[in-house]
């Protein structure tokens, strides 16, 4: 048997696990935060640190060697230069140019391949998770950010430049709200988690009544996007405003995916899943009102199945495309 190591970088956590080949099951995968203050290079040693530990458990619990293991898939935060294996801009992390592939690769002597965060989740739901077996499918991943991943013909699109994908980057409102990427009306400044703690906290500066203030104390400023799934499970009026906003916003630009791309799955992953048939009911309604109805047919909106561990297969389905050419 062979083995993949698979590392998703966060700016929050680390994930760090191993597939065999055939990708039929995880080993010691764990999750350890990432400590970005420490400056790239010592978060560089830190993945190194737990690539090594990964190594060392599938050695002692599969009889395996050190020579089993092809290499390390990593999915880091973009934009990436996937060719010359450098993070160009990573803002969680405070990173700028820095060549990442490199240097884990000088420190396991390994080969290692780099993709963006997103495509890896995007890719690990695929190979497997809620969207296997999908021709096309298209990954929007919902955290701090909204990252996203397109596949076609069962490979990853990258685009010209590697900035396919950047989903939570489309505008649905040209005069919309301000996003941290410089423009205005991008996805991302409406349904990230932040997003939605920020439009609930401007709703309670309104004197909306709500279960939500008395959740954080009074205290606004505490509010996150978890707060409102919880009072929106609670049946907290209020709550439930924020989640079906959340869907629409969602369902536009997810209706302008279908219509550009007619895919066969959209899956979600991350925090907002959370928020169960409550998102995902009125969201596919957004889509049905706004896509073409043959593209809409043809296409199944649901929640990732990975939780937690997306983004680590799919950092290890991508080693096994970009090197060994298919997973
Ligand atoms: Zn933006």
């Not at 090594?52 to 050695?59: F, K, N, P, Q, Y």
């Not at 309104?206 to 104390?217: F, Q, Y």
């Not at 400023?221 to 959340?246: C, F, N, P, Q």
Request: glycine letters at 14%; hydrophobic letters at 40%; proline letters at 4%.
């Amino acid at each position: 048997m062979r083995y993949i190591v698979g590392v998703d970088l966060g700016g929050t956590n680390i994930v760090v696990g191993a597939m065999p080949e055939d990708g039929s099951r995880t080993i010691a995968v764990r999750s350890e935060p990432t400590e970005a203050q420490r400056g790239a290079e010592g978060v560089t040693d830190r993945i190194a640190a737990l690539i090594a530990r990964t190594m060392g458990e599938v050695i002692a619990d599969e009889h395996a060697q050190a020579t089993d293991f092809l290499g390390v898939g990593v999915g880091a935060p973009g934009p990436l230069d996937r060719e010359k294996g450098v993070v160009v801009v990573a803002p969680n992390l405070g990173w700028s140019d820095f060549p990442l592939r490199k240097a884990i690769s000088d420190r396991i002597r390994l080969p290692v391949t780099l993709d963006n965060d997103a495509n890896c989740a995007t890719v690990g739901e695929w190979w497997r998770g809620a969207a296997r077996g999908a021709r096309n499918a298209i990954g929007i991943t919902i955290g701090t950010g909204i990252g996203g991943g397109v596949i076609v013909d069962g490979q990853l699109y990258h685009g010209s430049s590697d900035v396919a994908g950047e989903i939570g980057h489309t505008t649905i409102d040209p005069a919309g709200r301000y996003c941290k990427c410089g423009n205005y009306g991008c996805l991302e400044a409406y349904a990230s988690g932040p997003a939605i703690a920020v439009r609930a906290r401007e709703a309670l500066e309104r004197d909306e009544e709500s279960a939500l203030r008395r959740m954080v104390n009074g205290d606004l400023t505490k509010l996150t996007s978890a707060t409102v799934y919880e009072a929106a499970h609670d049946g907290d009026a209020l709550a439930r405003e924020l989640v079906s906003d959340t869907a629409r916003f969602l369902g536009t630009g997810i209706a302008n995916l279908l219509n550009t791309l007619n895919p066969d799955v959209v899956v979600i992953t991350g925090g907002v899943t959370k928020a169960g048939e409550r998102l995902f009911e009125p969201l596919r309604a957004e889509v049905k009102r706004r896509a073409f109805r043959p593209a809409v047919a043809a296409c199944r909106i649901v929640p990732g199945e990975l939780e937690g561990t997306a983004g680590m297969v799919g950092a290890v389905a991508t080693f096994k495309q970009q090197r060994m050419g298919g997973a």
